[in-house]
């Protein structure tokens, strides 16, 4: 099981912590929402169903309008020109009990804010656990009338990375940094698309028989792929049940999410650094699966 990074310091503890949002935004730390591997490995592998169930949900609006699942069809951080990157930062202390913020990016712009839903006050920084049958992942049929597959999928995923893995996601709020954070540095930067290789790679060899027999093996905006894939790493009833059998191991999907970190050779799937700024291109290697579609708001 992957954890975050802990080394005592003094009064201070070190944690090393990922996120994923547009190109643009990448130069700065504060009032940002970041994770343990594990915690922000869920939010791009349940990603993958966007196609799927934003493609659905344009169908009909109002039935996903409140459907967590689908909230990242209209999320900036889940489309366009992403980058992924791994940060280091000093904390004073971990909330668990409702200092949570969220982090948003309120006008696709760059302009991020954090809310605490509650009326807690933070007491040091906030923290969300991943978990499936909470309101980031709600037991299909339980909050909505309809019990589509990524519903499934979001919950199956919340619940092999969340409360299996261990996920976790953390609030960098401007007013707590100096007193609950400090020190952040951007250690690597990445694109988006390249990080996604490895994870990519191991879950179409591992469901290679189920891939091949989709009429487009290497387009990830089909919904052939996206069953596929969550098949792979969730085993057999991932569109139905919330008991799928089989499956992949927590730690194999954060152990490919991170590798793009390790190495910057193609060869190894490690990923070469963003430059300081601008764009940050990926030219996906020969037999790589295609990117996408773009996605359609709900």
Not at 15 to 28: K, S
Not at 86 to 109: H, T, W
Request: with cysteine; aromatic share 8%.
């Amino acid at each position: 099981m992957l954890q975050v990074a802990l080394v005592q310091a003094a009064a201070w503890t070190n944690m090393t912590v990922y996120d994923v949002l547009p190109q643009d935004c990448r130069h700065t730390v504060t009032e940002k929402d970041v994770g343990n591997p594990a915690g922000d490995a869920y939010f791009n592998t349940k990603d993958k169903y966007l196609p799927v169930a934003c493609a659905e949900c344009a169908k009909d609006p109002l039935a996903c309008r409140h459907d967590s699942a689908a909230f990242d069809c209209s999320n900036p951080e889940s489309k366009g020109s992403l980058v992924v990157r791994k940060i280091e930062v000093e904390v004073s202390g971990l909330d668990e009990s409702g200092g949570y913020a969220l982090c948003n990016d309120d006008d696709g712009k760059c302009g991020y804010r954090c809310v605490v839903p509650s009326r807690h006050l933070p007491t040091a920084v906030g923290v969300e656990k991943v978990c499936a049958g909470c309101n980031m992942a709600p037991e299909p049929g339980t909050r909505y009338p309809h019990r589509m597959n990524f519903d499934y999928w979001d919950y199956n995923v919340a619940a092999l990375l969340g409360d299996r893995g261990g996920g976790r996601w953390y609030s960098l709020r401007k007013e707590d940094e100096g007193k609950f954070w400090r020190n952040a540095k951007i250690v690597k930067v990445i694109n988006a698309g390249c990080q996604a290789t490895a994870l990519d790679a191991l879950v179409a060899k591992r469901g290679e028989g189920c891939f091949r027999s989709c009429p487009q093996p290497l387009n990830t905006s089909t919904p052939c792929w996206v069953d596929c894939f969550f098949e792979t790493v969730l085993g057999k009833g991932h569109n139905t049940s919330v008991t799928p059998a089989g499956g992949m191991e927590p730690g194999d999907v954060t152990g490919a999410w991170l590798q793009g970190f390790n190495s910057d050779d193609p060869a190894e799937f490690g990923c070469p650094a963003c430059p300081s700024d601008g764009d940050c291109p990926f030219r996906p290697p020969p037999g790589a699966p295609a990117a996408a579609a773009p996605l359609v708001e709900a």
